[in-house]
């Protein structure tokens, strides 16, 4: 067993890590090992030297980016796939509990060039938290994230939404509002009032 283990796990090769909901596949390149026991087996890799030679994995380039604290990437200049990747990226690395503080006292939301929901909370996790910023990725996880942002962070930030009849309309014009009869700002206002954000439509 140890013998068919070890030849598997030589210096040099690589481990995959399928995201299935993400259809992507993430390559490690094998730096040591520790055979613990017979089923458990402590690996050390390298992102970087995966990277180096293999760059078209854009979510092991996106994870490393951030890990080197590089601004390489803006989910506005990405495919609607890449940005599925960013905002679950986002989520997987966003801080949990209670207490967050939005970024500013003023928030600025400019929706004329928001194409989708999708969009949205991207934008919107920018906008509230900064970069990398995760504030949900549907409207259920939108109401739950404005939990955890401080009250007096709330209190003291006024929101102004501009284009946001515009906005509205073009959101409610797609397949799943139409399908399952959401009306997205109708959503989204309710949201703010609840969790008392201090907005105003402009």
């Known amino acids: 067993m140890n013998e068919k283990i070890n030849n598997i796990l030589n210096i040099g090769h690589e481990v995959i890590i399928s995201f299935k909901d993400c259809f992507v596949n993430i390559y490690f390149t094998i730096k040591e090992y520790?055979?613990?026991?017979?089923?458990?087996?402590?690996?050390?890799?390298?992102?970087?030297s995966y990277l180096c030679e293999k760059n078209n994995n854009f979510l092991a380039e996106l994870l490393y980016s951030w890990k080197i604290n590089e601004v390489k990437y803006q989910w506005y200049e990405l495919s609607k796939n890449k940005k599925?990747?960013?905002?679950?990226?986002?989520?997987?690395?966003?801080?949990?509990g209670y207490g967050k503080n939005l970024i500013t006292s003023n928030i600025y939301l400019h929706l004329k060039?928001?194409?989708?929901?999708?969009?949205?909370?991207c934008y919107l996790g920018d906008k509230f938290?900064?970069?990398?910023?995760?504030?949900?990725?549907?409207?259920?996880?939108?109401?739950?994230?404005?939990?955890?942002?401080?009250?007096e962070s709330i209190r003291k930030t006024k929101i102004y939404l501009f284009d946001f009849d515009s906005f509205n309309k073009k959101m409610n014009q797609s397949k799943k509002a139409k399908k399952n009869n959401i009306d997205y700002g109708s959503s989204i206002l309710e949201i703010f009032k609840d969790r008392k954000l201090?907005?105003?439509i402009v």
Do not use: H, P, V
Not at 34 to 48: G, P, R
Not at 132 to 146: E, F, K, Q, V
């Open 84 to 96: 599925r990747l960013w905002l679950s990226s986002c989520c997987s690395i966003k801080n949990t």
């Open 129 to 151: 938290l900064g970069y990398r910023g995760y504030i949900g990725s549907n409207l259920d996880a939108l109401d739950d994230m404005l939990i955890e942002i401080s009250e």
């Open 198 to 200: 201090n907005y105003m």
């Open 34 to 48: 520790t055979l613990i026991t017979s089923d458990k087996i402590q690996i050390k890799t390298s992102l970087k």
């Open 113 to 121: 060039n928001i194409k989708t929901m999708l969009d949205f909370y």
